[in-house]
Nanobody, 125 residues
């Protein structure tokens, strides 16, 4: 199993930046994908960015391309999400997720078996 702990959320004005971190522990050697999802009340959890931990291939939602960057520090078992040019519509609870599966649909939360507790990001206009 994998345990995930997010940090780095907070409140920022539109146009600002934040960096989220996700510390992974446990059996991290079997993880093939890690990513970030976000959710606002009344809406489904949506994929923001995902990385294949071995190949380094990244996937981004269209709404964040060019503004967000997902990266990893394998030595420290930590996942990052650098968020720039933030918009009010980026507001939400951000969750870190991990998947052991070798093939996934990266936007599908059900394909990720492990989740963190979430960190809140609030962007004001």
């Amino acid at each position: 199993q994998v345990q995930l702990v997010e940090s780095g959320g907070g409140s920022v004005q539109a146009g600002g930046s934040l960096r989220l971190s996700c510390a992974a522990s446990g059996y991290t050697g079997g993880v093939n994908y890690m990513g970030w999802f976000r959710q606002v009340p009344g809406k489904e959890r949506e994929g923001v960015a995902v990385i294949h931990t071995r190949a380094g291939v990244t996937y981004y939602a269209d709404s964040v391309k060019g503004r967000f960057t997902i990266s990893q520090d394998n030595a420290k078992n930590t996942l990052f999400l650098q968020m720039s040019s933030l918009k009010p519509e980026d507001t939400g609870m951000y969750y870190c997720a991990a998947a052991y599966r070798s093939v996934i649909i990266w936007t599908r939360p059900a394909d990720f078996g492990y989740w963190g507790q979430g960190t809140q990001v609030t962007v004001s206009s």
